[in-house]
């Protein structure tokens, strides 16, 4: 931990449980929170040293505010359960002074002002900004596709294996230095799922993220328009109901062709967050 982060309280990754289940509370309002602190309890034995933090605010008690930032290479996730976000704004302003260069946020939009001063205090600038519609599928989608046989007997659906990792981190539009290769880290630690043409090619995919959001959802181009990003997300999404989990996912508010299609399928839109990527100014 730095110097400037040194005063903050660290929660021990053993007890993210106990975070997590207080999120469970007027459920699924904090669903994306209560899946991302189960997503990172579950990496407690996966992750190298210091590559997964969770800190809070040493002078209150966070088993009863909820209070944290966590901290995945250099993505920020946070939330508070207070009515106030003073605390979660010192907390997470003092992440940022002593922390990398470059930073990726993702948040509730009930966040953005407090963001924004933190920005401004720090002297961060804003590489990007895009505000995302939250989607989340309350029941699986019983509709059929009538072509579905005809996808098995052309493709064959699987997880995607860690030996194709190297595809998606290539192929992936936002990719990034600031998501230390997260496509490879989402392979081998989460669940997904892959298609593969009848020569063993992978050639669509779609990850879980570290919020348990469906992510990294892509078709290579000479295999668009066969259904299979709609088989995708329709199988995947079966299977975290079978989990007793909640599909979500994240889309960029202004990518109106996969939002057409997760509401095809069921999900609807429930929250509004950001997604903001920043860097330190030169002093």
Known sequence: MSPQASSLQIIPLEELCVLRDLYRI????YAYTYYTLDNCYHWRTLARDGELQVVTDPSRDWRSTGTFVLRDCKELFFYTLEA??????WILG?????????VSLVYDSCF????????????????????????????????VDGN?????REYRFSPVSPDDSEIVEEQWVHSDTVFSKLPT?????????????????????CLID?????????????????????????RLSAELHAKDQLPQAYIVESNVA????????????VELWYWTKLHKREP
């Open 112 to 143: 953005r002002e407090m963001v924004d001063r933190i920005v401004c205090s720090l002297s961060f600038a804003k590489d990007s900004d895009e505000r995302m519609v939250c989607y989340r599928q309350m029941t699986p989608c019983g509709d």
């Open 185 to 205: 880290r989402l392979i081998n630690r989460n669940p997904s799922l892959g298609v593969y043409d009848t020569k063993d090619r992978l050639v669509a995919w």
């Open 148 to 152: 579905e046989e005809q996808l098995q």
């Open 84 to 89: 106030t976000t003073v605390g979660l704004e």
């Open 210 to 234: 570290q919020t348990g959001s469906l992510a990294i959802f892509q078709t290579m181009p000479d295999h668009r328009r066969k259904g299979l990003g709609r088989a995708i997300i329709k």
């Open 258 to 269: 996969s939002r057409r299609l997760f509401e095809q399928l069921g999900f609807r839109a």
């Open 26 to 29: 007027e459920w699924p309002r």
């Open 94 to 102: 003092r992440v940022m002074k002593g922390g990398d260069v470059i």
